[in-house]
């Protein structure tokens, strides 16, 4: 679905995807769950693209909730896909993330086990190559996407911001729906590597305008950085 000409997201508020849409091509924000596959065929043809346009996904980390089709755009389709360097190893399965914490309340991660499952998260394929990025970079793909390091939920997290679309991607550096509880608002991503640190990280955030911040998992948030990263921090305490 279109949020704003140039700005698309696939999938729903327990796992989502984007795409950032220009003239020079479409860059892939995440790949969601292998199942996603078709959906992103379908929101190419409506756009009347395909998967010639894809220039590059860049992967907001390295789990297999984000990592999806990436392998298969890149094996079949040669698109480039951009990890950062501290995520590497878990986007290519040489190190398994940490294992994630009891869950509290079943409900919401069957939920959230259920969707995945029905979307083949069982058969996310790890990458075989990716290109390292860093912080600071900004990446020769459409719509010239800004990394910035965001680590905690997992070493190499980043945020994705495309000025030109008015969006910030944050993957899981947090939420606005936690996939263990199912409660709706801004808070820490669950299943986070590093809690103090990815709360730190959001630091990184700080002056940046973006009418669209853009989670992994949750609604959109368009109440602006400042405030989200306001009450964020509010539900840590
Ligand atoms: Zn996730």
């Known amino acids: 679905m279109e949020l ?43 756009l009347g693209r395909d998967l010639a346009d894809v220039r590059g996904v860049v992967l907001t980390h390295g789990d297999s909730d984000h990592i999806g089709f990436a392998e298969r755009l890149r094996r079949d389709h040669g698109v480039p896909v951009y990890v950062h360097e501290a ?18 309340r079943l409900g919401p991660v069957l939920g959230f086990a259920w969707y995945a499952l ?8 790890h990458l075989t190559e990716v290109v390292r990025v860093r912080g600071g970079d900004i990446l020769d793909l459409p719509g010239s996407p800004h990394v910035v390091a965001l680590p905690g939920h997992s ?21 606005t729906r936690s996939v263990l509880t199912g409660v709706s608002g801004p808070q820490p991503a669950p299943f986070t590597d590093d809690r103090e640190q990815a709360l730190r990280s959001l630091d990184a955030l700080d002056g940046i305008e973006a009418a669209w911040v853009l989670p992994g998992h949750g609604a959109p948030w368009t109440g602006g950085v400042a405030e989200l990263r306001r009450r964020v921090t509010d539900a840590a305490r």
């Not at 029905?118 to 394929?125: D, I, K, M, S, W």
């Open 4 to 46: 704003a000409p140039g700005l698309h997201r696939i999938g729903n508020d327990i796992v989502a995807l984007h795409l950032v849409v220009t003239d020079d091509g479409i860059t892939l924000i995440d790949a969601g769950l292998p199942g996603h596959w078709r959906e992103f065929r379908q929101e190419l043809a409506s």
């Open 87 to 104: 995520d590497a190893d878990r986007a290519t399965g040489a190190k398994p993330p940490a294992t994630p914490a009891d869950p509290r």
């Open 118 to 125: 029905r979307r083949g998260g069982l058969r996310a394929r």
């Open 155 to 175: 070493p190499g997290s980043i945020a994705v911001y495309v000025p030109e679309v008015g969006a910030l991607f944050v993957g899981d550096g947090l939420t």
